[in-house]
């Protein structure tokens, strides 16, 4: 049986101009342009990446196979209609008489409290920079082989960016920390390899869900850190409630038994980044002792 990735709720934010307004520079300062569009289609604003991109002149959208995209079929047209968000599609984008350059596109609707479509903000990041990440970081991160995540080292330097980030621009983000339930079970069971591969099936699963701003990394032997920018802690436990349920729902191991994962939530409220981890470890903990296959946020379980 096959699931379809399942998104954190960012797509369905209800953020308001100024929440907008901060998302539009922490992305500046990822490199990453921002552009938003009202309910009608026109443009309200976009980022100064964004508009370093894109100049003042008129510009020629191109879908991945370079063909003219009319008006009807951009993105953020296309979100404007359906409501749904597009993720990660290759676009071109070229000015008066010069060669187009490609972008990995995503666009996505934001509502008002009484569920009507806001705007749309569809975000760019040029491809060619893509293999090379803008903070000191990121250049020097390596994914892990088996779960295609971070490396603990690398995740935590994020953290810690991220803290400095946050304090600098006023932009809220979530932390969480995902343990696999009776992980030493498992491997005592099914051999060390069939841990390896319940990890790496959550790493996947977890990068193919979550969104492009997202980090995730190794934490120790059983557990992934997650670094969720621009999210309040309600929701991102939403969305990782809706993981967690697809993880409960898939096979994870060569006998066929369900695997859970349970997790500590928190939102960055100035702490640094030791400060953070521990209050993640605490709330894992407490959702453990609880019986697992939960979340625990601020001791409250879900």
């Known amino acids: ?125 040029e491809l060619a920079q893509q293999p090379t990440k803008t903070t000191a970081a990121l250049q020097r991160a390596a994914q892990d082989p088996l779960t295609g995540t971070y490396s603990q080292t690398d995740i935590v330097q994020l953290l810690d960016d991220e803290c400095r980030r946050a304090t600098r621009y006023g932009t809220p983000f979530s932390l969480a920390l995902i343990g696999i339930d009776h992980f030493p ?28 701003a997202d980090m995730v990394g190794c934490f120790r032997a059983d557990k992934l850190l997650l670094i969720l920018p621009n999210v309040r802690v309600n929701d991102a436990t939403i969305g990782l409630e809706r993981l967690r349920e697809l993880v409960e729902a898939r096979p994870a191991t060569t006998a066929g038994e369900p695997m859970t994962i349970s997790g500590g939530v928190c939102e960055f409220t100035g702490e640094d980044s030791a400060t953070l981890i521990e209050q993640v470890r605490s709330l894992l903990a407490a959702a453990r002792e609880a019986g697992g296959n939960r979340l625990c946020v601020n001791l409250d379980f879900f």
């Open 1 to 125: 049986m096959s699931h379809s990735p399942v998104r954190l709720p960012l797509v369905d934010l209800c953020a308001d101009d100024a929440e907008i307004a901060r998302y539009a520079a922490l992305l500046d300062s990822l490199g990453i342009g921002l552009l938003v569009f009202n309910a009608d289609g026109s443009l309200q604003l976009r980022n100064p990446q964004a508009s370093g991109w894109l100049g003042d002149t008129e510009i020629r959208w191109e879908d991945e196979h370079g063909a003219a995209l009319s008006t009807d079929k951009r993105l953020e047209r296309q979100v404007l209609r359906t409501r749904q968000a597009i993720r990660q599609r290759s676009i071109g984008i070229s000015r008066e008489a010069s060669a187009s350059t490609r972008y990995n596109a995503s666009a996505f609707p934001v509502l008002a409290e009484d569920g009507s479509l806001r705007c749309v903000l569809l975000t760019l990041s």
């Open 185 to 212: 079970e498992l491997c005592r069971e099914h051999g060390a390899q069939a841990g390896e591969r319940a990890l790496a099936d959550v790493g996947r699963l977890f990068g193919e869900s979550l969104r492009d």
